[in-house]
Protein backbone atom coordinates (compact mmCIF):
# COMPACT_ATOMS: atom_id res chain seq x y z
CA UNK A 1 0.00 0.00 0.00
CA UNK A 2 1.45 3.40 -1.09
CA UNK A 3 1.79 6.08 1.47
CA UNK A 4 -0.98 7.98 -0.59
CA UNK A 5 -3.35 5.60 0.17
CA UNK A 6 -2.63 4.33 3.66
CA UNK A 7 -2.81 8.13 4.61
CA UNK A 8 -6.27 9.07 2.81
CA UNK A 9 -7.63 6.00 4.19
CA UNK A 10 -6.14 6.99 7.76
CA UNK A 11 -7.88 10.52 7.25
CA UNK A 12 -10.90 8.80 5.92
CA UNK A 13 -10.67 10.74 2.85
CA UNK A 14 -12.18 9.74 -0.75
CA UNK A 15 -9.83 10.62 -3.55
CA UNK A 16 -12.25 12.60 -4.94
CA UNK A 17 -12.17 15.17 -0.83
CA UNK A 18 -8.65 14.39 -1.43
CA UNK A 19 -8.05 15.66 -5.23
CA UNK A 20 -10.05 18.99 -3.60
CA UNK A 21 -7.57 19.77 -0.69
CA UNK A 22 -4.84 19.12 -2.98
CA UNK A 23 -5.15 20.53 -6.21
CA UNK A 24 -3.99 17.13 -7.83
CA UNK A 25 -6.77 14.96 -10.04
CA UNK A 26 -8.45 12.02 -8.13
CA UNK A 27 -6.66 10.12 -11.57
CA UNK A 28 -3.31 11.08 -10.44
CA UNK A 29 -4.60 10.18 -6.80
CA UNK A 30 -5.62 6.34 -7.99
CA UNK A 31 -2.78 6.26 -9.93
CA UNK A 32 -0.11 6.85 -7.19
CA UNK A 33 -2.17 4.48 -5.06
CA UNK A 34 -2.43 1.62 -7.35
CA UNK A 35 1.39 2.31 -9.60
CA UNK A 36 3.09 3.77 -6.71
CA UNK A 37 4.91 7.40 -7.08
CA UNK A 38 7.49 7.06 -9.95
CA UNK A 39 10.28 8.59 -9.59
CA UNK A 40 10.06 11.36 -12.02
CA UNK A 41 6.86 13.02 -9.77
CA UNK A 42 7.43 16.30 -8.88
CA UNK A 43 7.82 17.50 -5.65
CA UNK A 44 5.93 20.38 -6.50
CA UNK A 45 2.84 17.89 -7.10
CA UNK A 46 3.50 15.69 -4.17
CA UNK A 47 3.61 18.24 -1.67
CA UNK A 48 0.27 19.68 -1.88
CA UNK A 49 -1.04 16.12 -1.56
CA UNK A 50 1.73 15.69 1.56
CA UNK A 51 -0.15 18.68 3.25
CA UNK A 52 -3.66 17.73 2.41
CA UNK A 53 -2.84 14.45 4.61
CA UNK A 54 -0.86 16.47 7.04
CA UNK A 55 2.54 14.12 6.56
CA UNK A 56 5.85 14.59 6.02
CA UNK A 57 7.18 14.25 1.84
CA UNK A 58 9.23 11.02 3.35
CA UNK A 59 6.33 9.57 5.46
CA UNK A 60 4.13 10.05 1.98
CA UNK A 61 6.77 7.81 0.32
CA UNK A 62 7.26 5.14 2.57
CA UNK A 63 5.81 1.80 1.68
CA UNK A 64 3.27 0.36 3.99
CA UNK A 65 2.45 -2.85 2.49
CA UNK A 66 3.09 -4.50 5.96
CA UNK A 67 0.54 -1.79 7.54
CA UNK A 68 -3.32 -2.44 7.18
CA UNK A 69 -6.45 -0.37 8.37
CA UNK A 70 -9.42 -1.50 9.73
CA UNK A 71 -12.39 -0.90 8.22
CA UNK A 72 -13.38 1.93 10.71
CA UNK A 73 -10.01 3.69 9.19
CA UNK A 74 -11.31 3.95 5.85
CA UNK A 75 -13.65 6.29 3.97
CA UNK A 76 -17.33 5.95 3.59
CA UNK A 77 -18.21 5.63 0.02
CA UNK A 78 -21.22 6.65 -1.90
CA UNK A 79 -23.86 3.42 -2.27
CA UNK A 80 -23.80 1.96 -5.80
CA UNK A 81 -27.34 1.70 -5.59
CA UNK A 82 -28.33 5.61 -4.16
CA UNK A 83 -30.68 8.44 -4.45
CA UNK A 84 -29.26 11.83 -4.38
CA UNK A 85 -32.51 12.99 -3.10
CA UNK A 86 -31.99 10.43 0.34
CA UNK A 87 -31.00 12.83 2.91
CA UNK A 88 -30.30 9.98 5.14
CA UNK A 89 -27.52 8.20 3.13
CA UNK A 90 -26.25 12.21 1.93
CA UNK A 91 -26.29 12.64 5.86
CA UNK A 92 -23.96 9.34 6.21
CA UNK A 93 -21.87 10.18 3.14
CA UNK A 94 -21.29 13.85 4.21
CA UNK A 95 -20.41 12.66 7.93
CA UNK A 96 -17.90 10.22 6.96
CA UNK A 97 -20.07 7.17 8.45
CA UNK A 98 -20.13 3.50 7.92
CA UNK A 99 -23.88 1.76 7.98
CA UNK A 100 -22.97 0.45 11.15
CA UNK A 101 -22.68 4.05 12.77
CA UNK A 102 -25.77 5.40 11.01
CA UNK A 103 -28.50 2.68 12.70
CA UNK A 104 -27.43 3.48 15.78
CA UNK A 105 -27.85 6.75 15.15
CA UNK A 106 -31.21 6.05 13.80
CA UNK A 107 -32.14 3.66 16.11
CA UNK A 108 -32.14 0.51 12.93
CA UNK A 109 -31.45 -3.18 14.17
CA UNK A 110 -28.91 -3.36 11.88
CA UNK A 111 -26.42 -2.45 9.19
CA UNK A 112 -28.29 -3.93 6.75
CA UNK A 113 -31.18 -2.16 7.86
CA UNK A 114 -29.36 1.38 7.04
CA UNK A 115 -28.19 0.39 3.99
CA UNK A 116 -32.05 -0.70 3.02
CA UNK A 117 -32.72 2.72 4.53
CA UNK A 118 -30.40 4.93 1.97
CA UNK A 119 -31.51 2.96 -0.83
CA UNK A 120 -34.69 4.54 -0.87
CA UNK A 121 -35.78 7.07 -3.32
CA UNK A 122 -36.47 9.01 0.05
CA UNK A 123 -35.81 9.01 3.71
CA UNK A 124 -38.42 8.01 5.48
CA UNK A 125 -39.32 10.82 7.91
CA UNK A 126 -38.51 8.70 11.44
CA UNK A 127 -35.00 8.58 10.22
CA UNK A 128 -34.71 12.31 9.49
CA UNK A 129 -36.28 13.33 13.26
CA UNK A 130 -33.71 11.17 15.09
CA UNK A 131 -30.87 12.76 12.74
CA UNK A 132 -32.49 16.01 13.51
CA UNK A 133 -32.52 15.47 16.80
CA UNK A 134 -28.87 13.84 16.64
CA UNK A 135 -27.87 17.27 15.65
CA UNK A 136 -30.03 19.08 17.50
CA UNK A 137 -31.61 21.06 14.84
CA UNK A 138 -35.09 21.05 13.69
CA UNK A 139 -36.01 19.34 10.61
CA UNK A 140 -36.51 21.81 8.30
CA UNK A 141 -32.71 22.69 9.10
CA UNK A 142 -31.65 19.19 8.79
CA UNK A 143 -32.99 19.32 5.24
CA UNK A 144 -31.88 22.34 4.26
CA UNK A 145 -28.07 20.76 4.81
CA UNK A 146 -28.38 17.83 3.50
CA UNK A 147 -31.42 17.44 0.60
CA UNK A 148 -29.53 18.85 -2.96
CA UNK A 149 -30.02 22.48 -3.88
CA UNK A 150 -33.40 22.93 -5.31
CA UNK A 151 -34.51 19.53 -4.29
CA UNK A 152 -38.30 18.95 -2.58
CA UNK A 153 -38.64 16.22 -0.87
CA UNK A 154 -41.12 14.20 -1.41
CA UNK A 155 -42.21 11.28 1.35
Do not use: Q, W
Request: with cysteine; glycine share 6%; aromatic share 8%.
Amino acid sequence: MTGVEYFRNKAKLTRKVLAELSGVTAATLANYERKGIPESAYVSALLPVAEALGVTLDELLEDYDGRSLSTLDRAARASYIRSPRNVVDNYRIRNNLRFRELAERIGLADRESARTACKRATARGVHIERLANYERVSMEEFLRRYLPEGGSRED
